[in-house]
């Protein structure tokens, strides 16, 4: 069975159709070549360069500093060598052991007894004291004994206390106070006595009064008596 060929499909129909196309296409692409402008490239002068232009800005000038020649070092001192002949004889020093030896017996002398000095306590606070003072007839515990002895020791200021002496002495109207500090010692006995007052006068006066304190059993801490340091602000009004 032979295979029918369409005359239609025959491409050597249509060579000098292609012909005339690649022609056209050629010519097109020579006709845009020619038509195509270019423009000359111009460089502006920039002008001369000037190289004299100087700086506004200040110009710090280096100098430069010329290093030092450095000097060759001296030679070395060659190491002097002694010949020493070995003829003298080198005493050897025998280190002789201090330990003990079990055979030799130990021996003692004599004992000494160091004794250790006891502390020595200085004056307490009255408001650290183990053991407060006795003011003379106060009775009871710790507590009580301490309260006793402040209510006893103010009823004695207030008694003996000139508060007169305030108004003699021209101070201005309003509420003074005076500063003691005083000692009870180790035996009882108030020494010590300091005061500060808004006057000379009622520094005395309130010195006095201290002084007329009677002798208490002196107090104690860690059951040894002891100094009591006290403190006592007194107020009064000067109308």
Known sequence: MKVKKNPKANLENYTKLFMLLGLVLALLIVYVAIEKKTYDRVIASLGPANYNVQDEEQTIEIEQVKPPEQKAPPPPIPDIIKVVEDEKEIEETVIKSTESNEDEAIKITKIVEVSVEEDIMEDVPFAIIEDVPVYPGCKGSKAELKECLQDKI??????KFNAGLASDLGLTPGVKKIFVMFKIDKTGNITDIQARAPHKRLEQEAIRVIETLPKMIPGKQRGRAVGVKYSLPI?????
């Open 235 to 239: 107020a009064f009004k000067v109308e």
């Open 154 to 159: 103010a009823e004695h200021v207030n008694r």
